[in-house]
């Protein structure tokens, strides 16, 4: 027995086990006390039912329909509905605007990259080059500036003419103070024969562009010199024997002094 009585006032002993026993009960047998018509026709019967066993039965009822509830619910978040064309359609069009989008933001990384790494080799230049011009070094100078633009009429490290990087290069290594044009340095110094030619020595050239004096660089020894060639090629080192060179050569000056001349004779860094 599951109720008693204890004196005049009746006590449930259900647990939540034995509630759980019961309306386990309830629901497979359906409770045919509760449920018989000829029991439910008399209302003296009605009334004498225990609370515990409508309770119980109210109980069953609640968890039912919660079952029923949860069980639905769970088969609608499992079941996989079949999507509608208009939706295929949507689906792909959003996947192919995150792969267009996906492709347009690794092209701006990869372009910013580009730039950091730009812009970091170009410090890095223009602090080897402010080190090159502060030693003093016409040579080590000149080398410094090689990959520089040409430009007519060019006389700074943004772009170059042959004489205003020849201007340039002294002027900020030595303080030596050089005429504009080729023509004006040609006149400057004194002559040295080709055989005798030391690295700073001024080489020029006569007839490249124009008749007369129209092109100088500066020796680098071993029969190379460095100069602002022309527009497609920059300031570049290039070597006296070629054969445009050879036959365009017109002679040398040397406008250095001394000490500005041993140090053009020093080893070049790399």
Do not use: W
Not at 1 to 7: D, L
Not at 78 to 101: F, Y
Not at 112 to 128: D, E, I, L
């Amino acid at each position: 027995m599951i109720f008693q009585k204890k004196g005049k006032r009746p006590t449930t002993l259900l647990n939540k086990a034995a509630k759980s026993a019961v309306i386990a009960a309830l629901a497979v047998s359906s409770f045919t006390v509760s449920l018989t018509p000829a029991f439910a026709k008399t209302s003296h019967h009605k009334h004498s039912l225990p609370a515990a066993v409508i309770t119980a039965g109210n109980y069953s009822h609640r968890a039912a329909i919660k079952l029923a509830h949860t069980v639905n619910h769970t088969r609608t978040i499992v079941a996989v509905k079949p999507k509608s064309a208009h939706e295929l359609r949507l689906a792909k069009k959003q996947a192919a605007h995150q792969a267009k989008l996906a492709k347009i933001q690794a092209k701006h990384h990869l372009l910013v990259a580009k730039h950091q790494a730009n812009k970091s080799a170009h410090q890095t230049k223009v602090a080897m080059q402010d080190r090159a011009l502060a030693s003093g070094n016409v040579v080590e100078a000149a080398y410094s500036m090689r990959g520089a633009r040409y430009r007519m009429g060019g006389t700074s490290r943004g772009a170059f003419d042959c004489s205003g990087f020849v201007r340039y290069i002294l002027s900020h290594t030595g303080g030596v103070d050089l005429p504009r044009t080729a023509t004006e340095q040609y006149y400057n110094g004194a002559p040295v024969a080709s055989g005798d030619l030391q690295p700073g020595d001024l080489v020029f050239f006569k007839n490249t562009y124009k008749h007369g004096i129209s092109h100088v660089g500066i020796y680098t020894g071993n029969g190379k010199f460095v100069h602002a060639a022309n527009s497609h090629k920059g300031v570049r080192e290039d070597s006296l024997g070629e054969s445009y060179y050879a036959n365009h050569y017109a002679g040398a000056r040397r406008v250095l002094p001394a000490q500005m001349r041993a140090m053009a004779l020093a080893p070049r860094g790399n």
